[in-house]
């Protein structure tokens, strides 16, 4: 009878080394260099930094350019990121945002004795994200709902500082008016986003609600696109146009605090 040989555990299989899809490395690799850039820079100097061949490097461009993750000015040929890309940021990134500044924000609420929100861009709109009250005050929640872009602060200072390019499909349907304070004609509001690009923050007098109004800036990142909106606003007793332009310096600060703690 043969002695018995020594079980042994069989030989585990050697880790497969990770295999991306180049294609989409590739994309990728363009993508992050788009935004990551200084400026915007052509396929060819995109090509030229990704070390990806002219010809590949154009064909995946137009591809992600399709999909709206770039978009590509038609008089300079440079690319520059797109509107998908900052949904899906700003889908990943709201409740991040929110927990860093919500300290901001709160402040602002006690400072004021006014509600405080915080907006994101949502497709064709924004949409309120987090919300500080004023203490000791019962205040209506606006949490997840849409806001009308020329009827509100907000929307108005979001229109202010979107290039005209991309301003200009989400004004194309015309403008509603919501009370008789509404701004209608569009001449009118481009007059608006002027002002406010030149005062550094918007106002909203009755025009979405006749019994609220309110200031808004914007948190800028460094191109000088908008990341969040923050917004104090009240009912017409306590926030009245008198003291807008005060409130508006106040959210001017507040939306510089909030540009910093995001850097």
């Not at 907006?119 to 919300?131: E, G, I, M, N, P």
């Not at 191109?223 to 332009?245: A, D, E, F, H, Y």
Request: proline share 7%; charged share 25%; glycine share 8%.
């Amino acid at each position: 009878m043969g002695t018995a040989r020594p079980h042994t555990a069989p030989a585990a299989a050697p880790a497969r080394p990770y295999a991306g899809v180049q294609s989409v490395e590739r994309a990728l690799a363009l993508l992050k260099a788009v935004a990551a850039g200084p400026e915007p820079a052509t396929a060819a100097e995109l090509a030229l930094r990704c070390r990806i061949n002219r010809s590949t490097a154009w064909r995946l461009l137009s591809t992600l350019e399709a999909g709206g993750l770039v978009e590509r000015d038609p008089l300079t040929q440079r690319y520059g990121v797109g509107y998908a890309a900052f949904q899906v940021a700003s889908a990943a990134e709201d409740d991040a945002i929110a927990r860093r500044v919500r300290p901001i924000i709160e402040r602002a609420a006690e400072r004021t004795g006014e509600i405080v929100t915080l907006a994101a861009a949502r497709r064709f709109s924004l949409v309120y994200v987090d919300q500080a009250d004023p203490p000791r005050t019962l205040s209506p929640s606006w949490m997840g709902r849409p806001i009308p872009l020329h009827a509100t602060s907000s929307g108005k200072v979001f229109l202010a500082w979107l290039p005209d390019a991309e301003r200009e499909p989400l004004l194309a349907g015309g403008l509603e008016g919501f009370t008789d304070r509404t701004i209608t004609d569009r001449a009118e509001l481009e007059r608006e986003l002027a002002e406010i690009r030149r005062l550094g923050y918007g106002t909203c007098f009755g025009e979405f609600e006749d019994f609220s109004n309110g200031v808004s800036a914007a948190a800028l990142d460094r191109r000088g696109r908008p990341v969040v909106i923050v917004n104090i606003w009240g009912p017409t007793q306590r926030v009245t146009k008198s003291r807008l332009p005060s409130l508006g310096r106040t959210v001017l600060g507040v939306a510089h605090e909030i540009t910093a703690a995001l850097t």
